[in-house]
């Protein structure tokens, strides 16, 4: 359960809109403390704490809403990261998809014009959600680059089921978007083999070494909750998943509303571990 500190500690008064990481560092602690909340159960009585909350999301949905403006094009997709999901669990509803969709064309466009500072993996996420939610804008560029982007990762760990031009943090996000896609257009009847050869070759770099930067702990824990059906046990996925989420909560260079989020993603697993 939360309480009226941890309330305290949404207070965006402060937040830095044009800093897309600041963004999404405020959408993690809302979604983590959610997760701390009677806000996720339907069922459940609503508490003077709760209701706080909801009010606390619905003021932040209206300041994305009314401040995006401010944010870097190249930095949008970062500073939406879990709006949507905050917006269904505030208001029962999906978030705009024109506004969404707005934002995310404007990145497209921006990294088709040559900004390299947009990431492609999240640029092709972003696509793939729009594309979910039948945005007819999508269904034309967008979809041939995402296309053609999806051959070139395929081209590049085709032969040894590893990124050989990408770095540890690009390759964890990459295999995950190709361990989730229907590749038998270019595997035939091998996709299967294929996958399970990229999947192993990147399961024992998901350990915690103690000299990754922020960025790199987090793509190890997003390679690790997209694949974790493919674990050999909930046990061994919880163990390194804790790992992650304690060297998230120590590395230097995560910002401190992601720092006190992953601490609260941490306890939250604890209480999910101890009920099952």
Not at 216 to 243: D, G, V
């Amino acid at each position: 359960m939360i309480d009226s500190y941890m309330i305290q500690l949404l207070d965006y008064s402060a937040i830095d809109f044009t800093n897309g990481y600041e963004i999404s560092a405020y959408n993690h602690l809302l979604i983590s403390l959610m997760q701390h909340s009677e806000l996720l159960d339907y069922r459940a009585a609503s508490t003077a704490t709760s209701r706080q909350l909801l009010q606390k999301s619905k003021e932040w949905i209206k300041t994305i809403e009314n401040n995006i403006t401010a944010t870097p094009v190249h930095e949008l997709i970062v500073a939406l990261s879990g709006f949507d999901l905050i917006h269904r669990i505030t208001f029962r509803t999906p978030a705009s998809s024109a506004f969404i969709g707005g934002c995310y064309l404007k990145s497209f466009n921006e990294r088709i014009r040559g900004n390299r500072l947009i990431s492609d993996t999240d640029l092709y996420s972003a696509i793939s959600d729009r594309i979910q939610f039948r945005d007819k804008a999508f269904f034309d560029k967008p979809l041939q680059w995402q296309c053609l982007t999806s051959s070139e990762w395929y081209n590049e760990c085709k032969s040894t089921g590893k990124f050989c031009n990408s770095s540890l943090e690009q390759s964890l996000h990459k295999a995950p978007i190709l361990l989730d896609k229907d590749l038998f257009a270019f595997t035939g009847r091998n996709q299967e083999p294929f996958k399970r050869m990229l999947y192993n070759n990147y399961l024992s770099s998901l350990t915690v070494n103690g000299m990754e930067n922020a960025e790199t702990l987090r793509a190890k824990l997003a390679f690790l909750r997209s694949n974790r059906q493919r674990f050999n046990s909930i046990r061994q996925a919880y163990t390194i998943e804790q790992n992650l989420l304690t060297a998230l909560t120590q590395s230097a260079d995560t910002h401190q509303l992601d720092r006190i989020a992953y601490s609260l993603d941490a306890q939250f697993k604890t209480h999910l571990a101890e009920a099952m």
